[in-house]
């Protein structure tokens, strides 16, 4: 009997449609309002992305506070990574006894973003910066270097232009 | 009130079709649009709120307003608009592929079936019983006369209504044999088979309030459904509402029944060789068989164009007039509205059914449900009306 | 005059459900299936080949991207692999972590079992309720490794580095708010008439043919047979925590959507312990700084969401590279039941059957 009842009165259906009609009344009534809003998609690129201290973006090379890049060209960085990205070429710079990277080039088409480069730097000059968008238009601005080319090391890659938070 | 001459008619005739177009027109594209929006709404999301490339020329600037709309309370509904338009641009501006051994005139003539079929079933409804307004004196040739609710309210007229409704099941079978393709053939006949089996169901979930009101005639029923019993029309008649809901799905392809165009299997069903505007006939027919189901729901089972939800139709009218004899088109048009979006509700939430399972339901459930339906409703009619 | 013919066509491989490419030739007698043959390898890149030429090391991003919705499974296996070919001892506080992480993947590669399973079946939402959940384990993967789906989280030898502060925190808010969450699909789907008249008695695997097989996973567990790795061979911290292991009897999708469930009830109570009982110490064992092997080789079996998950590893005297990196992908062999669960039912119970097994292309092909 209860059985039949069950089938003749849509009990399921009905606590289905409560679930999402709960979320339809939230999400239709409060408009972006509210602090925390009840739409659990954030509208990118006008609110902007929090991303976690551990995020592994775009590879940098780090300057100390001389101003001397820290990359010693133990070569470290090159033998570990699984996609061989990584092309140093050593050479001398005056007043430096190290070695001097002349030419430290990094391909981020074939980048994996998985740091064992960074962890394998004994010296600290390498890190992964928080860069999500790194998206271009051409080939050529994906292979980084430290000077001369589109893009360099040492500074975050450039952002397209498509945030209206920034008006 | 002069009586009109044949041709005055016939013009005045010509401006309630052109009325009911616009209508048809405006609702169903914003039936499309609130589809995205209400999907989007239940499932935690916002829907579609920009357009195009983002940030740069006229959908850029386009896309500032809207995140700029985005606070307000009822503009920020509004904020995919641009992308509906872009849509209809889409459609109309797509490359109209036939395939090669494809027979072209029938594949022609099937969307055009559809969507005529769909949209002539609005000539027999009417949206306010007697006169909707009446032409002011200065307009030129019809001025100073009457314009009806409906275009032609017929004394059959839900018998009417039942038959042209039908022919569009022509539109799918056709589609789905002069595509010449296995997946659409496939998809149109069970699509068919799906479509004439629930008509059944919904002819014996309508005769109820035929019962009930004692005629054929569309103003005559709803008048008589909502005000000339002793109790609001959806009391006696529950099972029969959802009953014709059920089948109003089953009939317009929606989920839970829609396994004929479920993309996961079958590509697109019927429609799947067609493209451009082809596709969006068949597109806006579905949505427009959608509207005619809830028009006739709302008619007939929620009281239409003469009652509101607790009573309001009598505080929303001035005190002069008597309470009960007001009919407002637009409670009509808010209840098509409601069942429009219970239609996008139940579509978010609702798996769907497997293809005999819907043939099952529509015979061994449906049916005999809709025979006790019946009986009650005589029932009450011998004693109660 | 008229002539009884089968048609035979072709369930993808592009597909407009998210199963990745797979390609099903299904021959039909009207709407049922007679013969069912999966055809794979539109996904395979040689990932067994490559990690010969890979050291021991680097061998760990290719196991991210095998079964890419929980990828420290994988990694799991193949660093527990590792440290059974090396024969090195990972410190108690590595053990805990790691479980802690395996349990969040497993919660949500389970999400998105849920949300393409449903999807494929009708219901549009679950799909999107169930992402909403795994945003946030996504974010706990990002906190602890810095990547959310590729996380090549751990080392030979333990973990990179402890857990980052707030990590708790985050934890905490997730398990406070889950079992609602689960309770929301429940009410969405386990009494819903349409999914029960779906999913129940609908691609039945008993539980010889599924030992037959070498089923694995959940598919196994919902034929009523309770094996679990985790349970029978335990590894990581696993033989420290208080858990059940879900089983029904049914065998068919029903069941197997209900054991799944049970599993995410289970991963959350073994994360509330992981995160209690979690002792102190190091992270990461003593190592050399170069790993040579000597002539070894090693089969090691981990319980990935989707089955038995394991690793063949065999080095080679001397060198930096193994000889053979094979793994046994639970996917792989999941897959082979599908003529049996499909033949004899309509075409949507394939779709239906294929959700249900839970399969991944990205390790089917590797």
């Known amino acids: 009997m209860n059985k039949f009842l069950r089938t003749l009165i849509p009990t399921d259906i009905a606590k289905g449609l409560s679930i999402t009609g709960k979320h339809f009344s939230q999400v239709f009534f409060t408009a972006n309002r509210r602090k925390v809003p009840f739409h659990i998609v954030s509208e990118y690129p006008e609110v902007p992305v929090k991303v976690q201290p551990r995020y592994r973006g775009r590879l940098t090379l780090l300057k100390d506070e001389q101003g001397e890049i820290k990359c010693v060209c133990c070569l470290a960085c090159e033998k570990i990574c699984p996609t061989q990205v990584i092309t140093i070429e050593k050479g001398k710079k005056e007043g430096r006894k190290m070695p001097f990277p002349v030419r430290y080039d990094f391909e981020m088409e074939r980048c994996i973003f998985c740091e064992f480069c960074v962890e394998s730097c004994g010296f600290d000059s390498i890190i992964l910066n928080h860069q999500f ?15 001369g080319l589109g893009q360099n090391m040492f500074v975050p890659s450039p952002v397209g232009k498509f945030s209206v938070a920034d008006d | 009130m002069p009586t009109p001459t044949l041709t005055q008619s016939i013009v005045i005739t010509l401006i309630q079709c052109l009325l009911v177009v616009i209508f048809v027109f405006v609702v169903v594209p914003l039936t499309v649009f609130a589809e995205r929006k209400v999907l989007g709404h239940l499932q935690q999301r916002l829907g579609s709120t920009r357009v195009a490339s983002g940030h740069v020329g006229v959908t850029g600037w386009m896309n500032r307003g809207m995140w700029k709309w985005g606070r307000i309370p009822v503009l920020s509904y509004w904020r995919g608009i641009p992308g509906l338009l872009a849509d209809v641009l889409k459609l109309i501006l797509k490359e109209d592929i036939i395939p090669t051994k494809a027979d072209r005139f029938v594949f022609f003539l099937a969307p055009s079936i559809s969507m005529v079929s769909a949209v002539v079933v609005f000539a027999a409804i009417s949206f306010v019983p007697g006169t909707f307004f009446t032409f002011p004196v200065w307009f030129p040739f019809v001025g100073g006369l009457p314009v009806s609710g409906g275009i032609a309210d017929i004394n059959v007229g839900l018998l009417w209504i039942l038959g042209v409704a039908t022919v569009g099941v022509y539109g799918i079978v056709l589609a789905g044999w002069s595509s ?19 008509e059944v ?56 029944f829609d396994m004929p165009e479920a993309e996961n299997e079958l590509v697109a069903g019927f429609h799947t060789e067609y493209s451009g505007m082809k596709f969006g006939f068949f597109y806006l027919a579905e949505y427009i068989n959608m509207t005619v189901v809830a028009a006739l729901a709302s008619a007939f089972f929620l009281g239409g164009p003469w009652l509101l939800p607790f009573g309001l139709q009598g505080l929303l009218i001035p005190a002069s007039v008597p309470f009960i004899g007001q009919p407002h088109a637009i409670f009509f048009v808010a209840k098509i509205v409601f069942l429009l979006f219970t239609y996008i509700w139940v579509r978010g939430t609702i798996p769907r059914y497997r293809y005999d399972q819907i043939m099952a339901v529509g015979w061994k459930y449906l049916i005999p449900m809709a025979l006790i339906n019946l009986l009650l409703a005589a029932a009450i009619r011998c004693f109660a009306v | 005059m008229f002539k009884n013919e089968e048609m035979e066509i072709n369930l993808g491989p592009q597909h407009p459900s998210t199963h990745g490419v797979l390609r099903v030739k299904l021959r039909l007698d009207g709407e049922t299936v007679t013969h069912c043959r999966p055809m794979i390898g539109y996904l395979h890149r040689g990932v067994e080949k490559i ?34 070919l090396f024969g090195i001892t990972v410190p108690r506080r590595a053990h805990y972590i790691r479980t802690l992480l395996n349990e969040f993947n497993r919660i949500a590669s389970h999400l998105i079992w849920l949300g393409t399973h449903a999807m494929d079946i009708g219901a549009l939402t679950v799909f999107l309720y169930a992402f909403r959940e795994r945003e946030d384990v996504l974010d706990i993967n990002e906190a602890f490794c810095g990547s959310r789906l590729t996380t090549t989280a751990f080392r030979i030898g333990g973990l990179r580095e402890d857990l980052p502060p707030g990590f708790e925190k985050m934890v905490h808010k997730f398990l406070a708010k889950f079992s609602d969450c689960l309770e929301e699909y429940e009410n969405l789907l386990t009494e819903n008439r349409i999914w029960k008249k779906r999913t129940v008695g609908v691609a039945r695997l008993n539980a010889e043919d599924a030992i037959a097989l070498g089923v694995t996973g959940p598919m196994l567990r919902a034929a009523g047979v309770a094996y679990d790795i985790r349970k029978a061979f335990p590894y990581a911290a696993y033989s420290e925590m208080d858990f059940e292991v879900p089983t029904r009897t049914e065998a068919d999708t029903y069941a197997r959507y209900q054991v799944r469930m049970a599993e995410m009830r289970q991963s959350a109570r073994i994360i509330q312990q992981c995160m209690d009982g979690m002792p102190e110490g190091p992270v990461m064992a003593k190592l050399p700084k170069i790993l040579r092997s000597e002539v070894n080789e090693v089969y090691h079996a981990t319980e990935s969401p989707k089955g038995e998950i394991g690793y063949y590893l065999v080095g080679e005297k001397g060198s930096l590279n193994p000889y053979r990196f094979h793994v046994r992908a639970p996917g792989f062999i999941n897959l082979q039941s599908l003529p049996k ?17 839970d399969i991944v292309l990205g390790e089917i092909d590797r």
């Open chain 1, 133 to 147: 968008e790194l998206a271009s238009y051409n080939r050529e601005d994906l292979s980084l270097g430290t000077e």
């Open chain 2, 180 to 198: 010449n393709s296995k997946y659409p053939l496939l998809g149109g006949l069970r699509s068919a088979a799906q479509m004439v089996s629930y």
């Open chain 2, 201 to 256: 169901p919904l002819a014996l979930s309508l005769l109820a309030p035929v019962v009930l009101s004692a005629s054929l005639n569309f103003g005559e029923m709803s008048a008589r459904m909502a005000t000339g019993m002793p109790f609001w029309a959806l009391v006696p008649q529950v099972i029969g509402f959802l009953l014709y809901l059920t089948c109003g799905f089953a009939e317009t392809n929606r989920l839970p």
């Open chain 3, 51 to 84: 990690c010969e030429n890979q050291s021991f090391f680097q061998g760990q991003v290719w196991t991210d991207r095998m079964d890419y919705c929980s990828a420290v499974a994988n990694n799991l296996g193949w660093a527990e692999a590792n440290e059974k």
């Open chain 3, 341 to 357: 669960m499909a033949e004899g039912g309509l075409i949507a119970d394939v779709v239906a059957a294929i959700g249900s097994l």
